[in-house]
């Protein structure tokens, strides 16, 4: 017997008969979800020793003309004929000219080819055209983002006939059509293969003629563009008890378009999610027949359901809500500088106390990481791939993160930010929070279960091979092809065992580099960080194997270390890309200094938490020899981030940009522009302040301004009074403009008729 086969014999089978027991078997489900995602840097970084030129090497995302112009023209006019409060509070819906807008400049086609009437954007001019919207109204964001992320339209190019493409697409493109997706039902939230909705094979007369087709009964909610929607997507269970396809009798979970105005459908009714007027609602259908050729894909993706929608899954995920909440963050990071620069107390600007800058320093840091993990994640998926876990990470972060952004800003305006009123730029986007939280997967769902644990399957250098070979039918051929797995796992283990202890214990002083510049050392300490996550990766999955997924907290830890990790790794290439300016430097400081003290703390929170106390203490050994590591952003860092939202400068001007900033009498224009009447003036003001001169006439009679800088004074004044002013209403202002009603509900296309 050879050294392999007695290998095999007395070593790798015992470990083999134990993987079989403690290693989690993969589902039908979830073995297509790992399927239907590509793995990229997240991949570099599970091994430990990541390639941090494969990092620079990506292309830089950038906006064509033809996106560039797009971006200056269509979606500039589009943000300019938006009021916010008049849609959320007056009509509930966005304006018709809007709407007719939209359609002709084909809003709904970015993802959709030329060749199909489509514009056939990047994902990055995607996101770009989302991340402004975003910034004057999220309904009309929602409105848009929807048709481009998960739903009919993504469905198609990537699984759809020809013969569909041709038929819907250009439909879609020109808003003829408006789509919906259909995906969630009371039943079944974020545990779609629990859906109850059915389909069952059949034979009945559609348009005159008697054709094979699916009856179908359903129950879906909070659907957005649902009270709208001219045809629907829709996800259900289908099955053929009279073997009318074939043998198969349980097809599971199938995707299939719906004409909404089919007898037996109903749309028309609304929700109100968290007082956000995007249209969303419910939609039902009872005994209502399509056509098979209705299915996406036709009768052979029958049953691709689940496959379809994880793929799919990438651009809500990976563009449409980080592009909202990386606008919402560079919003709040703008608007509060400003204000805080402009609004005194003490006769001082609150932006100069140490609690404001505190929240000042934090957003401008947030803006800068969100941004940056929005553009990388843009130039993977324009690379061609689908990134699920990525797109798990960007999802949770972003709308996490965007709601500490959001919140930082309402405490700096304070009771300017409180009362409504068309004058409040930050009130709607406050409320709008909660629905990014909650869309698309539920964080607590999404950081609990997905991020970490299908990272580690999909992404693992070795994982993912060890439990297909345990599935393998054959046990010989089982064995044979888990032992060549298992012992390159272990390879694997002690090489970043060596790599964890000698980074850890000296700091992260030899670990590896790119050549950076400035940033160099912060890519040692991500060496040293991604040495210790392999490392303890491995340890969670050794002693905990399949029952890791039954403990959620662990598993949300070891995810944070993830994300992390990914959204450092773009802040990095954020500052390589924009031309490694020393002037940005603190703001990619203060993500470091945050995000490396956030890792070490999850660290130590994972050691005190793992139950095989043994590996916990060789892991802490390893990891964290004396204490938790980082503490965060110094006190001088954070007010130097503060600083940069005071003031105009070209590192202002790159966190906020894209932005739609108003026009005329709008309040976010109004606060731009004592903004700036406050650079102009400060001079002119601080010579008043010192003198004890409170009116300008007087400065100028005692010869300490000039009669330019006086008016300019007053103008600045005149201004400011807007910006601080809140709005007030008189009782029958406040009378509903419309209440809800026991309305029966219509069809969509008679609605709109």
């Known amino acids: 017997m050879d050294w392999i086969g007695a290998r095999r014999k007395y070593l790798t089978r015992p470990v083999f008969a134990w993987a079989n027991k403690a290693l989690p078997s993969m589902s039908d489900t979830e073995r297509e979800a790992l399927e239907a995602g590509d793995v990229w840097l997240e991949a570099e970084l599970f091994t430990g020793n990541p390639d941090w030129q494969q990092l620079l090497d990506t292309p830089r995302p950038q906006l064509s003309a033809e996106e560039q112009a797009f971006m200056d023209g269509p979606v500039e006019e589009l943000c300019g004929m938006i009021d916010d409060w008049k849609i959320t509070w007056e009509d509930g819906d966005l304006p018709a000219e809007a709407w007719d807008f939209i359609r002709q400049n084909r809003f709904f086609g970015m993802i959709i ?48 006939t020809e013969e569909q493409r041709e038929y819907w697409l250009p439909k879609l493109a020109r808003g003829e059509e408006i789509p919906c997706f259909g995906l969630t039902s009371p039943e079944a939230g974020s545990d779609a293969a629990s859906m109850i909705d059915s389909g069952v094979i059949c034979r009945d007369r559609f348009n005159g003629e008697e054709v094979l087709g699916i009856r179908l009964n359903w129950r879906k909610r909070y659907i957005t563009l649902a009270p709208v929607a001219t045809v629907l997507g829709l996800a259900f269970k289908l099955r053929d008890p009279d073997r009318l396809l074939g043998d198969t009798e349980d097809y599971g979970i199938t995707v299939a378009l719906v004409p909404t105005d089919l007898p037996g459908v109903t749309v028309g009714r609304r929700h109100l999610p968290s007082f956000q007027m995007f249209q969303n609602g419910p939609v039902e259908g009872e005994d209502v027949f399509i056509p098979l050729d209705h299915v996406i894909g036709g009768k052979e993706q029958a049953g691709q359901g689940w496959k379809m929608l994880m793929s799919a899954l990438a651009a809500g995920r990976g563009i449409s809500l980080p592009s909202l909440s990386a606008a919402a963050a560079a919003f709040s990071a703008r608007t509060s500088g400003a204000y805080a620069r402009v609004r005194e107390q003490f006769n001082l600007p609150v932006g100069k106390f140490e609690g404001v800058q505190a929240r000042l320093g934090q957003i401008a840091g947030t803006a800068y990481l969100l941004d940056a993990a929005r553009r990388l994640t843009c130039a993977g998926l324009d690379g061609g791939r689908k990134l699920a876990v990525i797109s798990a990470i960007m999802k949770a972060q972003a709308t996490n993160r965007m709601r500490q952004a959001v919140n930082d800003a309402m405490d700096i305006h304070a009771g300017k930010a409180v009362i409504d009123g068309p004058s409040n730029y930050l009130g709607n986007l406050y409320r709008a929070v909660p629905v990014g939280i909650t869309v698309e997967g539920a964080n607590i769902l999404t950081r609990n279960l997905i991020i970490f644990g299908q990272g580690a399957i999909r992404s693992h250098p070795h994982l993912l091979k060890e439990m297909q070979a345990l599935e393998e039918e054959d046990r010989e051929t089982a064995l044979e092809k888990f032992d060549g797995a298992f012992w390159h796992h272990v390879g694997h283990g002690f090489k970043t065992l060596g790599r964890a202890w000698a980074r850890n214990w000296t700091g992260g002083l030899f670990a590896p580099a790119p ?12 060496s ?27 598993s949300a830890r070891l995810g944070d270390i993830l994300s992390e990790l990914y959204l450092l790794s773009a802040a990095l290439k954020r500052w390589e890309d924009e031309g490694r300016k020393s002037e940005d430097l603190p703001l990619l400081d203060w993500c470091m200094a945050d995000g490396l003290a956030t890792i070490d703390r999850s660290f130590a929170e994972v050691f005190a938490n793992l139950p095989n106390r043994f590996f916990a203490a060789i892991a802490r050994f390893v990891i964290q020899p ?34 739609y900033l108003g026009r005329g009498e709008d309040a976010v224009a109004t606060l731009e522009e004592a903004f700036a009447l406050s650079v102009l003036t400060e001079r002119a003001r601080e010579t008043m302040r010192k003198a004890g001169i409170d009116e300008p006439e007087t400065a100028v009679a005692n010869g300490d301004i000039t009669n330019e800088e006086a008016a300019q004074i007053s103008n600045y004044r005149a201004v400011l009074a807007r910006v601080v002013a809140v709005d007030d209403f008189a009782p029958a202002e406040l009378s509903l403009h419309a209440t809800p009603t026991n309305e029966e509900p219509r069809p969509v296309r008679a609605a709109n008729a």
């Open 113 to 160: 080819p030329k060749k199909y009437g489509g514009l056939e954007f990047s994902a990055f001019a995607h996101s770009e055209v989302i991340r402004k919207i975003s910034s004057r109204s999220a309904t009309a964001a929602v409105t848009v983002m929807v048709p481009n992320s998960l739903g009919p339209g993504e469905l198609l190019l990537q699984f759809g």
């Open 515 to 526: 050549k950076a510049g400035k940033a160099s050392r912060r890519y040692r300490q991500l």
């Open 528 to 554: 040293r960080r991604a040495a210790s996550f392999a490392l303890t990766a491995d340890f969670a999955l050794l002693t905990l194997g399949g029952a890791l997924k039954r403990k959620e907290m662990l």
């Open 626 to 659: 004396l204490e938790a590591g980082r503490r965060g952003p110094k006190d001088r860092l954070t007010m130097q981030c503060a600083e940069l939202l005071l003031a105009p400068s070209e590192t202002r001007d790159r966190l906020t940009s894209g932005l």
